[in-house]
């Protein structure tokens, strides 16, 4: 690339790629400043773009889910994190999943294979001067870049702490002691190993999950977690129950050696391709590493595991987006620099991963002398952008749910009613994402 760039994005993220590639796309010249490999933050590990973190799921595939909806929005949007995560999917059931490592590889690839992004690696300490500027840098911002960002729009930063799961190594395992299956035998049926518990097992594993010793937050700064990922203590914590209604129900699941449904699982998900680790599910934890070891070794199956990578906490960072971004998610006080992902208050990989292609799309247009509205409220991704539009006193990171839907008069709720409910909410969102393609989201502009 000669010369300056049409758009500088900060960031080589799920958001940041999308957004990049989007751009590329449509006719405009990108650098993409990643600091990898100069520095990583404290829960990355490789020096690849769009490197998963918490877990190899990117959930739900069905459009009967709201974030299997929004997938099928942006494939049709043409996603590249959509089109790498199909390319290098492992089984998962119902959900997709994804061989991390090979995942990162194939977006890395695309990237820069691209003629129109030029990568460079490079650690900012302040957002740069000149526009239009792309900040994807995620939850765990560098903190002198967070600390420019917070004295660029004079408000303070909201912060909740989040959590991962361990991965443990497969031949670790005792096979002996879990059988393979999807809940309801979804997928191939053995897409995930399941670890059955009886309810006594059960009982002593929570009781002394209550009791492990955890890594506490700084002492001016308590930890709140965000809702839709609790570290698995947290869980426990909230009643003796809740872990069996929760990751470790046992719903559509039998156990071959009994016949019957365990009083409670523990779900193993594959990690990779050759299915050489295993990620332990929803089993996100802000354990010491040593009470890990010793805690879920009361899980059947688990006695002798050895582990790829123990489960941790990271602190994340998010702005309140409906105070400080305007409708294109740029800065109210410097409209020439716009946010991506999640550190504008969307919640996982997929959501992330749409913010930085909504943005990527409606900027393209804007620097090509168009305008590209923002996308339906009734479409899945014009839901999450809703979500970030909307003030509220205690602004908290969202995942994609039905209840930011429009309702459809004359449908009714509750629990008969729900499927036949998520069918029309569905169908009128594809319906209107198409409306909002054909105004201009999917045109792409020839190189210059």
């Not at 959509?82 to 991390?100: F, H, K, Q, Y």
């Not at 071959?256 to 050489?276: C, H, K, N, S, Y």
């Not at 909410?425 to 999917?442: I, M, N, P, V, Y």
Request: net charge negative; glycine share 10%.
């Amino acid at each position: 690339m000669s010369g300056a760039p049409d758009v500088t994005v900060v960031g080589g993220g799920l958001a940041g790629s999308e957004c990049a590639f989007q751009l590329a796309e449509r006719g405009l010249w990108v650098r993409l400043i990643e600091q990898k490999p100069q520095a990583r933050s404290a829960a990355h590990f490789s020096d690849g773009l769009a490197e998963l973190v918490c877990s190899n799921s990117l959930r739900a595939a069905a459009i009967g889910n709201a974030v299997g909806l929004l997938k099928e929005e942006m494939r049709r949007c043409g996603s590249l994190i959509l089109a790498c995560a199909e390319a290098t999917a492992v089984p998962a059931g119902g959900a997709l999943a994804v061989d991390r490592a090979h995942f990162s590889a194939a977006v890395t690839a695309r990237i820069d294979g691209h003629e129109r992004i030029e990568r460079v690696a490079g650690v900012l300490d302040a957002i740069p001067d000149s526009g239009p500027v792309v900040l994807a840098t995620g939850p765990m911002t560098a903190p002198a870049l967070a600390a420019d960002l917070a004295r660029c729009i004079g408000a303070e930063h909201l912060a909740y702490y989040d959590s991962i799961a361990p991965i443990v190594i497969a031949e670790s395992i005792d096979h002996g002691r879990v059988f393979a299956a999807s809940r309801y035998d979804k997928g191939d049926g053995d897409d995930y190993l399941n670890c059955p518990l009886s309810e006594p097992e059960y009982r002593a594993f929570v009781a002394a999950l209550i009791e492990a010793d955890t890594i506490e937050g700084h002492a001016c700064e308590p930890m709140r977690f965000f809702e839709g990922c609790l570290p698995i203590e947290e869980m426990a914590a909230r009643g003796p129950d809740t872990l069996a209604y929760g990751p470790m129900k046992p719903v559509g699941l039998y156990d071959p050696a009994t016949g019957r449904r365990p009083f409670a699982v523990v779900q193993l998900r594959r990690e990779d391709a050759a299915g050489t680790a295993y990620n332990l599910v929803g089993f996100q934890t802000r354990l010491r590493q040593p009470e890990q070891r010793r805690v879920f070794a009361m899980i059947p199956g688990l006695e002798s595991a050895r582990y790829e990578r123990f489960g941790s906490v990271h602190r994340n960072t998010f702005v309140d987006a409906p105070q400080v971004l305007d409708d294109m998610l740029a800065l109210r006080a410097r409209p020439d620099v716009y946010l991506a992902g999640q550190i504008t208050g969307v919640e996982g990989y997929v959501e992330s991963a749409a913010c930085g292609l909504v943005v990527g799309l409606r900027l393209a247009a804007k620097l090509q002398g168009g305008e590209l509205s923002a996308p339906p409220e009734t479409t899945a991704l014009g839901a999450l952008m809703g979500h970030l539009r909307r003030p509220r006193e205690d602004f908290q990171p969202s995942n994609v749910v039905f209840s930011m839907f429009p309702p459809i008069e004359g449908l009714r709720g509750g629990r008969r009613g729900r499927r036949a409910r998520r069918e029309a909410l569905a169908e009128r969102a594809l319906s209107d994402l198409e409306a909002w393609r054909e105004a201009g989201a999917t045109g792409v502009q020839q190189a210059s």
